[in-house]
Structures are given as structure tokens and as C-alpha cells.
């Protein structure tokens, strides 16, 4: 059973940083691209965040461009996504998934696995 479980998620000040991980289990995806995407209250699901299978590749977002930083661990079967300079818009449920693909989309239906999301909340 393949399950992407993220953690690191909580509540900080403007400004402040935070470093989601997503552990994946019950197959590897050191060839798959893996997605960081975000869902506001009353908003879409919207992409943060990609790295290509070969973490060589990563695609941002221009809302967190500059500020995010997408990562992974072939090793750990593991993927981060380290926030800094954290805004108030920020704030939403962050979620990690797998791609059946080797580059990174920016579409939601690109993923086949999901995590079960974390909270960020970012007070002003």
C-alpha cells in the first residue's frame, strides 16, 4: 500500500520558516516527479512546488519562487519543501504527491498519490 505522509506543518509569524517532509512508503519513487501543491480555504489546489525524478529539475510557483526551496532523498524516499520568509497568503493545507511521470507538471491530475496534507498558518 503506497501511502505519502507529510509533517512539519504548524503555525509561525511573518517571516518565519518552516521544512515540510513527505515520507513515501510501500514503493519508490526515486524516478517519479514529486509535487508540492497547496489548497486555501474556498480556493483550488494550486502547485507550489516540483522536482523531477533526478532532482536535477525544479519548478516553482512565482508566488514562492525566491523565497521555497524543493528537495528530495532518493535514499529516504523522502521530499522536502523548506519555507522561508513565510507570508500571511501562505497559509493553507500543503500537500506532497507522486507523479506517474518523470517531469514536474503543474497539474493536479499529473499525481497519482497523495499525502493527507499539512496545516501551515502563518499569522501577520
Known amino acids: 500500500q503506497v501511502q505519502l505522509v507529510e509533517s512539519g506543518g504548524g503555525l509561525v509569524q511573518a517571516g518565519a520558516s518552516l521544512r515540510l517532509s513527505c515520507a513515501a512508503s510501500?514503493?519508490?519513487?526515486?524516478?517519479?516527479?514529486m509535487g508540492w501543491f497547496r489548497q486555501a480555504p474556498g480556493k483550488e489546489r494550486e502547485f507550489v512546488a516540483g522536482?523531477?525524478?533526478?532532482?536535477?529539475?525544479?519548478v516553482y510557483a512565482d508566488s514562492v519562487k525566491g523565497r521555497f526551496t524543493v528537495s528530495r532523498d532518493n535514499a529516504k524516499n523522502t521530499v522536502y519543501l523548506q519555507m522561508n520568509n513565510l507570508k500571511p497568503e501562505d497559509t493553507a493545507v500543503y500537500y506532497c504527491?507522486?507523479?506517474?511521470?518523470?517531469?514536474?507538471?503543474?497539474?493536479?491530475?499529473?499525481?497519482?498519490?497523495w499525502g493527507q496534507g499539512t496545516q501551515v498558518t502563518v499569522s501577520s
Open positions: 504527491a507522486a507523479s506517474s511521470r518523470w517531469l514536474v507538471s503543474r497539474t493536479v491530475q499529473a499525481y497519482a498519490y
Open positions: 510501500g514503493r519508490t519513487f526515486s524516478s517519479n516527479a
Open positions: 522536482i523531477a525524478g533526478s532532482g536535477g529539475i525544479t
